[in-house]
Each structure stands twice: as C-alpha cells, then as structure tokens.
C-alpha cells in the first residue's frame, strides 16, 4: 500500500513538473509572438491589406461603372457583364472573365506607379544624403590648419 502511495506521488511531482515546463514554454511562445505582433511592419502590413482591400473595391466600381461601359460605346454598346456562352445546360460568363482582367490590369498599373513613384522619391532622398558634404569636426579643421602652416614654414625656409 505504501508502495502504491509512494508512486502516486511520484507520478504526481512528475506531472508537475511536467505541467511547469509546459507553462514555461506556453509563456515563452506567448511572449515571442507578442514581440512579433508589435513590430511596426506586422502592424503597416495589416494597415496595407485593410487599405488594399478597400483600394479594390474602388478600381472594380472604376471598371464595372466607368471604364466598361464606355469600352462598350467604343465597340457598339457592348456590355461585357451580359457576355454568356451557353453549352448545354451550362452557362459560360466569360464577360465577367474579361471585366476581371480589366481590374486585374488596372490594379497591377497603379501599384507599379505608386511603387515606381516611392522609388524615386527614396533614390531624391539618398541623392540629397549624397550631396550634403560632411562636416568637419573643429579638430580636424584645426589640425589641417597646422598642417598648411607648417607646409608654408617648409617652403620658406
């Protein structure tokens, strides 16, 4: 009976300590994901898809609205959204398919502007980094200073 006693708490410290650990590990995955979720780009990413998804409602109202409807005028008053190719019982909405390429090429222009718009501004800035000169510091401008009288004394002599 002691013997039974004896491992039952034996088993018991074994499953605290193993319950510890766990916890200290728990703790340690919550704090690294806590460092992770903090960082400013996890934070400017969220802040992007947010802005994006709303970005592409806007250009599919652009396309569906504005620039479809007047391709349509263009070729004949076509209306892309009513385009159907009818197999069977089967119905093939390949306006649709095409309005969606129309916002796909859309989208995909304007991030190429906005990327090549930051690009430049980011290459103006280093530009602008590049040509300040750097500033001596008093030390080394008095140490030049020096340096020339001495070279002047050398020459004269």
């Known amino acids: 009976m002691e013997e039974k006693e004896e491992q039952t708490e034996a088993r018991k410290k074994e499953l605290e300590q193993l319950a510890e650990k766990n916890l200290k590990k728990m703790k340690k995955e919550a704090s690294e994901f806590k460092k992770f979720i903090s960082r400013g780009n996890v934070v400017d990413m969220a802040v992007g898809v947010i802005v994006g998804g709303a970005f592409g409602k806007i250009v599919t109202s652009l396309v569906n609205d504005i620039i479809t409807p007047l391709i349509g005028i263009i070729i004949g008053g076509l209306d892309f959204s009513n385009l159907i190719l009818e197999i069977g019982n089967s119905k093939v909405a390949y306006g649709s398919f095409i309005q969606t390429i129309i916002d796909f090429l ?51 002599e």
């Open 106 to 156: 859309i989208i995909a222009i304007c991030i190429f502007t906005m990327v090549r718009l930051f690009e430049k501004l980011k290459h103006e800035e280093k530009k602008e980094k590049v040509e300040e000169p750097a500033k001596k510091s008093e030390d080394i401008v008095l140490l030049e200073e020096i340096r020339d009288l001495l070279k002047e004394k050398q020459k004269s």
